[in-house]
Structure formats: structure tokens, C-alpha cells
């Protein structure tokens, strides 16, 4: 009897442990995929800052803007950002 409680003992620690460690590597994984969306947003901003050029806003004129403010939305626009994303991480 006392081999049978034993036995089922190490089972339940073995099974529990394997679940544990399982759990483990999942909220590692979200981890690291939080760190990489999270870098990649800040790349993002970074990029976008510097197309839209903020500090010389004042020297442009409303047409320039618009023409500028076009082509950073088709060279890094949300779509295209996405994609690239998607493709990191699929």
C-alpha cells in the first residue's frame, strides 16, 4: 500500500512539475514577443518622427506638409507597418 501512495506520489510531483515548467516557457515566450512589439513600436516612432521632420514644421508650407505627411503614410504607413510586423512575427 505504502508503495502504491508512493508511486502515485512521484506521478502527481512529475505531472505538476511538467505542467509548471510548460507555463514557464509560455510566459517567456509572451515575454520575449511583448519586448520585440515593443522595440518595434519604437522603431516605429523613431522612424515616423524623423519623416515627419516636427522641428522644421515651421518652415514648411501647408502644401509641403500635406506632400510630406503623404509620403511618409505610403513609405511607412500603418499597412506597410503591419506587414513588416507580421512578417517578425509570425
Known amino acids: 500500500m505504502n508503495k502504491v501512495k508512493i508511486a502515485i506520489f512521484i506521478i502527481s510531483i512529475t505531472i505538476f512539475s511538467l505542467i509548471g515548467i510548460r507555463k514557464l516557457i509560455y510566459i517567456n515566450q509572451a515575454k520575449e514577443i511583448k519586448?520585440?512589439?515593443?522595440?518595434?513600436?519604437?522603431?516605429?516612432?523613431?522612424?515616423?518622427n524623423e519623416c515627419f521632420d516636427l522641428e522644421n514644421k515651421n518652415k514648411r508650407t501647408l502644401n509641403k506638409s500635406i506632400e510630406l505627411i503623404e509620403y511618409c503614410l505610403e513609405?511607412?504607413?500603418?499597412?506597410?507597418?503591419?506587414?513588416n510586423f507580421n512578417d517578425q512575427f509570425p
Open 35 to 48: 519586448n520585440k512589439a515593443e522595440l518595434f513600436l519604437n522603431e516605429s516612432i523613431r522612424v515616423l
Open 75 to 83: 513609405e511607412y504607413g500603418y499597412k506597410n507597418r503591419v506587414q
